[in-house]
């Protein structure tokens, strides 16, 4: 079975600056998809990020970026410039392409912008 | 994009009654979807997952009997918690896949009395 580990509970960071959340995942599987979600206090959650293993290249999305290490199973998120509406729990995901496409979470980190 | 919808977000029931609530893929079909539980600054632990038009295949350590799915068409399935105690009371959250994306829906708080 897949794990997923966050080891940071809370993080915060002042506005403007860079923070970056943590993500260790194990499998032996070789292929598969990692997520980084944000659940802000309304709980919805929202996509953020988006890495297919099999692609070398880190995914970006605007002011967010992961480093993604395949072989060491690590997976962080880069919060660039951040601002006020970056605070909310951040959720790492793994998901398999196959076993239903079941996905699985970690335990979350609560990111806090200080004006 | 794709929208997931629940009703109702929240619902407020007493202890050993039934409540069912909804989750609808709004503009796309969705063969199988996901029911998970979230305690307050938690995570989300997966329940079932939903199959349309078969059994819903539950998680270790998940009452199928309290916890009934129903994945009635390609667009609907349905939780129902049954004879609901205090202990029942969560934030579950349903999802559904679309083109390897994973589309969650808003949630439903249910508390009970």
């Known amino acids: 079975a897949q794990t997923v580990t966050q080891s940071q509970p809370e993080m915060s960071v002042q506005e403007a600056e860079t923070v970056t959340l943590s993500c260790t995942y194990d499998t032996s599987e070789s292929d598969y998809y990692l997520f980084w979600y944000k659940q802000p206090p309304s709980r919805q959650m929202i996509l953020v990020i988006r890495?297919?293993?099999?692609?070398?290249q880190n995914a970006t999305e605007n002011r967010f970026s992961v480093n993604f290490q395949k072989a060491a199973k690590s997976f962080s998120l880069k919060i660039s410039d951040s601002q006020l509406g970056d605070a909310a729990m951040y959720f790492c995901a793994y998901r398999s392409i196959t076993n239903a496409g079941k996905s699985t979470f970690g335990d979350g980190t609560t990111l806090t912008v200080k004006p | 994009g794709a929208v997931v919808s629940q009703h109702p977000s929240r619902v407020i029931c007493k202890s050993g009654t039934s409540v069912k609530i909804e989750c609808r893929s709004l503009?796309?079909?969705?063969?199988?979807m996901f029911w998970y539980r979230q305690f307050p600054k938690q995570s989300l632990m997966l329940m079932a997952t939903s199959n349309e038009g078969s059994k819903a295949t539950y998680e270790q350590g998940v009452e199928k009997d309290k916890f009934l799915i129903n994945h009635a068409s390609l667009t609907l399935s349905t939780l129902t918690v049954t004879s609901a105690h205090p202990e029942d009371s969560s934030f579950y959250i349903c999802?559904?896949?679309?083109?390897?994306?994973?589309?969650f829906g808003p949630g439903t708080r249910l508390t009970v009395t």
């Open positions: 890495q297919e293993a099999y692609k070398q």
């Open positions: 999802s559904a896949h679309r083109n390897y994306e994973q589309y």
């Open positions: 503009d796309f079909q969705a063969t199988t």
